[in-house]
């Protein structure tokens, strides 16, 4: 094994970049904008000027590089080849082919944006110690990866862990963000969260809560107003726990992690986010699944370039 290897997450906004000893210490981290015109045709060649000038500043030879790790936001193929990012601009991409001929032949390994966070936390966050382990995204959507002894479960055309599309509404007559009705996602992202709390306020104008005297809740002043003793917004709580508890107990059921670890802006809410979906997956999970744990995500924004990095090892 070589001494350093390097980390990228991109996003639609920036791309995050980390150089790591191949023994896991992080050593840098630096971001550049994500250059998304033309159909997204400078974002690899950046990435590799960026990965070049890092080597050129921290006097590392290339043959001391194990690789390159790269998490896109997109179904990724066990190939390299990314099936479509539209938030970049991307058709069909050989991401692996492309960026390793950027770098003179180097070494890189791709996987989905998600899965890879997955893999981070496993391997240095909240799900370190555990080799199965499924992580749930709480942010402007609903997101997930897979860990299955110690790998990456990307399924046959790179979608698994897609855990914000299961239907749990089927009366449901609003259209979710993927183009069908009633997904997990439209309740339990951060949006969806804000969009029942105004849906239920709407309803019960009588209710009393704290949350009437704000404009437009966020689901930060809803958990927030959960903590501090407010019916209403705890019923919210309930409602979004519940949902998550089904959800992850159809993934229990299926691929029997160790543990759930939840992450996402949502996840910042801390403890009353687990505890009210591990309740509620504990009611209605498969009784060989029922004491799976749920830890709490603590790499943040990090657990992209920790999990691309770990993809090497």
């Not at 504990?282 to 790499?299: D, G, I, P, W």
């Amino acid at each position: 094994m070589k001494a350093y290897m390097f980390g990228v997450d991109v996003g639609g906004t920036t791309v995050k970049l980390g150089l790591f000893r191949t023994t896991g210490e992080l050593e840098d981290k630096w971001e550049i904008p994500t250059n998304t015109e033309n159909g997204g045709a400078r974002i690899l060649p950046d990435i590799a000027g960026a990965i070049r000038d890092k080597l050129k500043e921290k006097d590392i030879a290339p043959q001391d590089v194990e690789g390159v790790g790269i998490g896109v936001p997109g179904a990724v193929l066990d190939s390299g080849v990314v099936n479509r990012c539209v938030n970049l601009g991307w058709g069909v991409t050989d991401v692996k082919q492309l960026l390793s001929g950027y770098l003179d032949g180097m070494r890189v390994e791709v996987g989905n944006d998600a899965n890879v966070a997955a893999l981070g936390e496993m391997w240095n966050g909240g799900g370190k110690g555990y080799q199965n382990i499924v992580m749930v995204t709480l942010g402007t959507g609903v997101g997930g990866g897979v860990i299955l002894n110690g790998r990456i479960l990307s399924g046959s055309t790179g979608a698994a862990g897609e855990l914000g599309h299961f239907k749990v509404n089927a009366e449901e007559t609003e259209t979710c963000g993927c183009g069908k009705k009633g997904c997990l996602e439209q309740y339990a992202s951060a949006n969806g969260i804000a969009r029942m709390a105004a849906k239920r306020l709407a309803a019960e104008p009588e209710t009393e809560t704290v949350l009437r005297k704000l404009p437009k809740p966020t689901s930060k002043d809803i958990f927030d107003a959960a903590k501090q003793g407010d019916a209403f917004a705890a019923s919210l709580v309930e409602q979004v726990g519940e949902l998550l508890g089904k959800a992850c107990a159809y993934v229990s059921c299926t691929v029997n992690p160790e543990a759930f670890v939840i992450g996402g802006g949502v996840s910042k809410a801390g403890p009353i986010v687990t505890d009210t979906i591990e309740r509620y997956h504990r009611k209605m999970a498969f009784h060989a699944c029922e004491n799976t744990r749920f830890e709490l995500a603590v790499l943040g924004n990090d657990a992209g370039i920790y999990g691309a990095a770990r993809m090497l090892l």
